[in-house]
């Protein structure tokens, strides 16, 4: 098989363990709280980092393939492929949780397990503000530990570990999403599209600012 085929393939199938296990574990955390979800997407996010970053870059992540994008690091036929491959992950990752768990109450995060939080109804303007600062910090790691290879083979931990530590500090808040594929995929399957818009202009606006920080001005030898 075409290796890009294959990076195609890996970003769906990496897309869809993303919001699977993730939205699995903020349904969970209506009982065990913010930790489950903290944990369950910065682990999974490791994993899929560890072990489909050789084929695809593991991005899935619209707002971090914009983000490398901006950066040339790749090419836009092949972005626009992924994106549409992260959405189509994520919606089917919604889909399963649907059917398999249709009756699971979830007041906290909604239907299939969407990420979402106490600002998302109340101040929707302030769970955005929360969500383009999240995924800077989610954008920065990507750059500086993979894109630069700082980290060298230890990123996939450095990105996880981010995201985890997002989750924590602002899971209650917004669900900390900073994925647009994460936000829209649970977020159509729940029927809920009031809040979509503003997350996914934060979390793109993140990853442009993650851009413009860490390849413009923190890139090595500038």
């Known amino acids: 098989m075409d290796s890009t ?8 199938l990496g897309t869809f363990m993303l919001v699977f296990i993730g939205g699995l574990s903020v349904i969970v955390a209506g009982t065990a709280g913010v930790v489950a ?7 999974i996010l490791v994993v899929i980092a ?21 950066g040339n690091k790749i090419k836009v036929d092949k972005a626009v492929i992924y994106i549409v491959m ?12 649907s059917v398999v768990l249709p009756d699971v109450p979830d007041a906290a995060s909604g239907r299939a397990g969407q990420a979402i939080g106490s600002l998302t109804a109340t101040n929707v303007t302030g769970a955005g503000i929360l969500e383009f600062l999240f995924t800077f910090l989610l954008a920065t790691a990507v750059w500086q530990a993979a894109a630069h290879g700082r980290a060298g083979t230890l990123a996939p931990l450095a990105i996880g570990l981010t995201l985890a530590a997002c989750i ?9 999403s900073l994925n647009p594929a994460r936000t829209l995929g649970p977020a159509l399957v729940g029927g809920d ?11 793109v606006l993140g990853g442009v600012a993650g851009w413009a920080v860490n390849d413009l001005v923190l890139s090595p030898g500038k």
Do not use: D, R
């Open 50 to 70: 560890f072990t489909l970053g050789g084929i695809s870059g593991a991005h899935v992540n619209p707002a971090i393939t914009i983000s490398l994008l901006l």
């Open 86 to 97: 992260q959405v189509l992950g994520a919606l089917v990752a919604a889909l399963v949780i």
């Open 193 to 203: 599209l009031s809040y979509v818009v503003v997350y996914i202009v934060a979390q």
């Open 5 to 12: 085929v294959k990076a195609y393939l890996a970003e769906l």
């Open 168 to 176: 924590f500090a602002g899971g209650i808040f917004t669900g900390a």
């Open 37 to 43: 979800p903290a944990l369950g997407h910065g682990l």
